[in-house]
C-alpha cells in the first residue's frame, strides 16, 4: 500500500509541476508581440552603440522616429530623441528585411524573410494601452495588428507601398508581386529578359531582383537587380559574376535603364532621379545618362536608403567572409555595421550611429516622432548624461 501510495503522489506532483510549466509559458513580453517562443534572448552587446558627429542633434531635428532592420541579427531597432536624450527602442523578429510606411494609416509593415515569409503589420497603439508598462510612458509605441503567411519560394526582401496596394519583390520568382489582404501573392511585374514563349522564368532566382523604387504606379517605378539576364550561374553561387553587372530596369518598358552596378540595393526615387546603394563599393549614388554615378562613399556594404528634405539615411553593413567576392571596392576588415545621416547639398557626413558587433542592415524607413515614438522595448544607453548633457548644449532641450 506504502508503495502505490508513493507512486500515485510522485504522479501527481509531477502532473501538477507540467501544469505549472505550461502555466508559466508566453508569460514575457516579447513572446506575446511577436508570436516567437526565443524572442526575448536578445544578447545586449548587439544593441550596444558608438556616435560619431552630430547624429542625434541632426535627428533630433528631423523629428523622426527612424527604423532600421538588422536582418542577420533578428532585430527591429527605432531611433528617435524624446524628452531631450536618445530614445532606442526594438523588436526581436525572425529575420527582418524589407520595411514600408502606410503614411494614409500610420502603420509600418516589416517582411521576416523565412519560409514561410511573413508580413508584421504595425501601428501606434490607442490610449488605452498602458504604456507605462511598454516603453517608458512614451506616446505611439508600435505594437502588431496583423501578420499575413505567405507560403512557397518568394523569398521577400524590399516592400513598397504604391497606391493603396502593398507590393513586394519576390527574388525567389525574379519578379514582383502584390500581397493583398487576403488570399494568395499576385504576380504583377517581371522584367522582359525573363520572358519565354509559354511564360516568365520564375522557377529559380537567377536575378537577384532585390528593391523597388516606388513611383505613382508599377509603371512608374524601378527595380534593382545583380544581372541583367538570366546566366549559367546564379545568385549564391560563389561564382556568379558581380562587379559592375548589376542594373536598374523601368517598369514602363520591363528593360533596363541604368547600369555599371554591383550588387545594387535600395533603389529609391527622389525629385524624379534614381538613387540606388551600390553595395559592393560602399557608394550612394544616382543614374545619371543611364549610368551610375557615386555621389558618397561609405566604410562598409551599402544598403537601406530613405530620405528627408536634403538628408539621407544610409545604412552599411559588413561584409560575409563567404561571399567577400560580391565586394571587389571593399576592405572587408574596415567595414561598419551602422547607419549615417548624409547632407545632400554639402556632400558631408553629419553623423552616424554605430553598432560595433553589429553585422548586416537591410533596410531604413523614417516616421514623424509625433506619430510614434518607436517599439514597445526600450534600450536604455550606457552614456545617457553624456548624450544628454550634449543635446542640452545644443540647445534642443525642451
Not at 97 to 123: H, Q, Y
Not at 159 to 183: Q, S
Not at 364 to 370: A, D, F, Q, V
Amino acid at each position: 500500500m506504502e508503495r502505490k501510495r508513493t507512486s500515485s503522489t510522485s504522479a501527481a506532483t509531477a502532473e501538477t509541476d507540467l501544469w505549472a510549466h505550461h502555466h508559466a509559458e508566453y508569460r514575457d513580453p516579447h513572446q506575446i508581440v511577436s508570436q516567437w517562443r526565443q524572442a526575448g534572448e536578445i544578447d545586449p552587446r548587439l544593441l550596444e552603440y558608438t556616435v560619431r558627429g552630430d547624429w542625434w542633434d541632426v535627428l533630433a531635428r528631423t523629428e523622426l522616429t527612424l527604423f532600421i532592420t538588422r536582418e542577420y541579427e533578428h532585430l527591429a531597432i527605432a531611433l528617435t530623441v524624446g524628452r531631450s536624450r536618445p530614445h532606442i527602442t526594438y523588436l526581436h523578429l525572425p529575420h527582418p528585411n524589407g520595411m514600408c510606411i502606410d503614411e494614409k494609416n500610420n502603420s509600418l509593415s516589416i517582411a521576416s524573410t523565412r519560409n514561410p515569409n511573413v508580413v508584421f503589420e504595425f501601428a501606434p497603439c490607442s490610449e488605452s494601452m498602458t504604456k507605462e508598462k511598454l516603453s517608458g510612458n512614451q506616446e505611439g509605441v508600435l505594437l502588431p495588428q496583423r501578420a499575413q503567411f505567405f507560403p512557397g519560394c518568394l523569398y521577400i526582401h524590399d516592400l513598397a507601398r504604391i497606391g493603396d496596394d502593398l507590393y513586394a519583390n519576390a527574388v525567389g520568382l525574379n519578379a514582383v508581386v502584390r500581397l493583398p489582404n487576403r488570399g494568395n501573392p499576385e504576380l504583377v511585374w517581371w522584367p522582359r529578359c525573363i520572358d519565354t514563349k509559354t511564360g516568365p522564368r520564375i522557377d529559380k532566382n537567377y536575378l537577384q531582383l532585390n528593391s523597388i523604387a516606388p513611383g505613382k504606379s508599377l509603371a512608374h517605378s524601378f527595380f534593382s537587380a545583380s544581372a541583367a539576364q538570366p546566366g549559367r550561374r546564379r545568385p549564391g553561387h560563389l561564382n556568379f559574376p558581380v562587379d559592375r553587372r548589376g542594373v536598374i530596369f523601368a517598369g514602363a518598358t520591363r528593360e533596363v535603364i541604368g547600369v555599371g552596378l554591383t550588387r545594387p540595393h535600395s533603389a529609391r526615387l527622389r525629385d524624379g532621379e534614381i538613387w540606388v546603394d551600390n553595395s559592393g563599393y560602399g557608394q550612394v549614388g544616382r543614374i545619371v545618362n543611364r549610368r551610375f554615378e557615386s555621389n558618397f562613399q561609405l566604410s562598409g556594404w551599402t544598403r537601406g536608403l530613405y530620405f528627408h528634405n536634403d538628408l539621407a539615411f544610409v545604412a552599411t553593413s559588413r561584409v560575409l567572409p563567404r561571399y567577400s567576392h560580391y565586394a571587389p571596392g571593399l576592405d572587408s576588415e574596415k567595414c561598419e555595421s551602422g547607419v549615417h545621416v548624409l547632407d545632400l547639398k554639402t556632400g558631408r557626413v553629419l553623423g552616424s550611429l554605430l553598432w560595433p558587433r553589429g553585422n548586416q542592415i537591410f533596410a531604413i524607413e523614417g516616421m514623424p516622432n509625433r506619430v510614434t515614438s518607436g517599439f514597445p522595448f526600450v534600450h536604455e544607453s550606457k552614456s545617457p548624461i553624456k548624450d544628454r548633457i550634449r543635446l542640452f548644449s545644443r540647445g534642443l532641450a525642451a
